[in-house]
């Protein structure tokens, strides 16, 4: 026989099929599905497993995070790479700290590529904005990109409303009461002084009740938060008035007060105290010993005179 007869009668080699997963009879007997449903239920958990184990490699070795880096480092091999930053709307915050912010996210950007300098798409302007809203300066900050090579960074400052000291602190607060920066004695800015713990919290429930008394306010020295519940408020002629509690409360008497001072000149007169805790009427302490004779207006002799204890 030739080789090429042998050739022509040999069988023609079997095409392998995929390996099929397949479930022992033995195990299809006890289940309620055929042998066909059982195979094609086994097949679909083993493919969802096989993806699994490959979605779990992905994470491991952390594929879309390196191809980003990898296509942000290829854009700054190519120009757009940061190359300088501009910072505006700084007033009162120190630069310092604004640059702090941004430089160490620059470098972090740079050490994630190879280029050496930070690619623009490799540094996170949205973690530069988290970091700058932890100042309390800081109200609002946007970090925008500006092609080819720089970054903006914004700032919208808060407005310092007032000082505020608890126990050896010195602070200096806004209207609703954030802390923005520690203040030295030394350089006490010509603000208004609340007093006390917690008295921060309520700067706004005080400007409300200034705002009501527009012939007082100019003339406030400080305000302290007493008991947590209600303020003595201390005037630049030496004088204490003493509010109730409950804002709405403080609110009509010291309005009730501030028409009294208005008319007769309660203030500036020489008084210690006004106390205004008693619905309907003024407590009034006078600086001299008792007997002794004080000029009082008619509408202020009326009141009872003597202190009221908290």
Known sequence: MSMNAAARRAPAPRSRKAAKVTVPKGVVSRLPVNQAQANRLA????????????AVAIVALDLPAKAGNAAGDALGRAGFAVGGYQ????NRMKRSLVDAVVTDELHRAAEAGTGGKPAEALVDVDAIRDRLMHYGWVKDARVSRRLPDGLVI?????????LW????????????????DRVPVSQMPDLPLLIGPGANGQASSLDRLLDGVPTL???LAAATWVGQRRWDLSFQ??????????ENIASDALVKFAKLDKSAGLLGRGLKRFDLRLPGKMTVRLPRAPGEAIALPESAAAAPTGSVKD
């Open 154 to 162: 914004d700032i919208v400052e808060r407005k310092p409303a007032a």
């Open 165 to 180: 000291q608890d126990k050896d602190q010195l602070s200096l607060i806004d209207r609703d009461g954030v802390v923005l």
């Open 43 to 54: 097949g679909t958990m083993f493919a969802m497993f096989a993806l699994g184990i490959v």
């Open 237 to 246: 002629s030496g004088e204490t008035v003493v509010l109730p509690e409950r």
């Open 87 to 90: 910072i505006v709307g700084l």
């Open 217 to 219: 306010k100019p003339q």
